[in-house]
């Protein structure tokens, strides 16, 4: 007589977190763009660009002038409207009501609230000048998030010596050298506690010396797993620090990637254009 064999029962499969984002929280994106488009009146700037930060990474967004790159940080930010496509921060759309050129940010509450995580920090430094560097940083924590000054000017003192200026916390801006200014800059975005940080070609108002003096700064953040979204023309800075590149050409994506393929072997002859230009420099 045969003997029936034990039935095995199926073996239990964990689900996959990357199958089902909403299932670990920490893999929604902070930042994630679905077909934008931005114009200025008939001139298309942005026409259908898509994009995703995932949380930690450092996103480069690099082309010519005139590619787009910025009005797309600032749309990102929400301090240019865009014409069509959606925004999401951490899952959360953006509300809009109208459509076309009359289309704006339904909700000003949501709008704030947003902004409140995602720090911008600007080509050109945009100090107060009759704040000190620690009051610069402390006033925005201080006086648009309400938190208590006391520990606000102990996190704002620590973000200064991170940044390498701790010494300058009582100087006005217009005692800084151009890179100083921008690394208090840095630590006023830092001091909101982002999710995100976004910066618009840092270096680029400043000489070779004190650029060296921001990058330095930029790479310890993206050691630190920072999100960030960095528009720069600086390659040798975006292929250091990027988890992802993205080419811009005439308002769309011509070519993106991870940094070894766009800068090592990239497909698009436009961008080996572009980089045979701006690697030369």
């Not at 239990?12 to 670990?24: E, G, K, L, R, S």
């Not at 080996?272 to 690697?279: D, I, P």
Request: a negative charge.
């Amino acid at each position: 007589m045969s003997q029936t064999e034990p039935t095995m029962a199926a073996p239990v499969t964990a689900p996959d977190p990357a199958a089902d984002p909403t299932a670990d929280p920490t893999r929604v994106p902070v930042i994630e763009i679905r077909d934008l488009h931005k114009a200025y009146g008939p001139l298309q700037v942005i026409r259908g660009v898509s994009l995703t930060a995932p949380r930690g990474h450092v996103i480069s967004l690099i082309g010519s002038s005139g590619s787009g790159k910025s009005t797309l940080l600032r749309c990102c930010n929400l301090l240019e409207d865009s014409q069509q496509g959606e925004i999401l921060f951490e899952g959360e759309a953006v509300k809009w009501r109208g459509t076309g050129l009359a289309r704006v940010p339904a909700d000003r509450a949501q709008v704030t609230r947003l902004r409140t995580n995602l720090s911008m920090v600007f080509q050109q430094f945009n100090l107060w000048s009759h704040m000190t560097i620690l009051q610069n940083v402390m006033e925005a924590p201080v006086h648009v998030l309400k938190r208590n000054p006391a520990q606000v000017e102990a996190r704002a003192r620590e973000l200064l010596a991170k940044v390498g200026i701790g010494d300058k916390a009582d100087a006005w801006p217009a005692q800084l050298s151009g890179g100083q200014q921008q690394r208090a800059a840095i630590a006023r975005a830092l001091c909101m506690e982002p999710r995100a940080l976004l910066l618009d070609e840092p270096t680029s108002a400043l000489d070779p010396e004190l650029q060296q003096e921001v990058v330095r700064v930029i790479k310890d953040l993206a050691a630190e797993h920072r999100t960030m979204l960095l528009v720069t023309h600086d390659m040798r800075l975006a292929a250091d620090v990027s988890d992802h590149v993205v080419f811009l050409h005439q308002g769309r994506i011509e070519e993106e990637g991870p940094p070894a393929q766009l800068f090592g072997a990239p497909r698009s002859e436009r961008l080996r254009q572009f980089l045979s230009a701006t690697m030369a420099e």
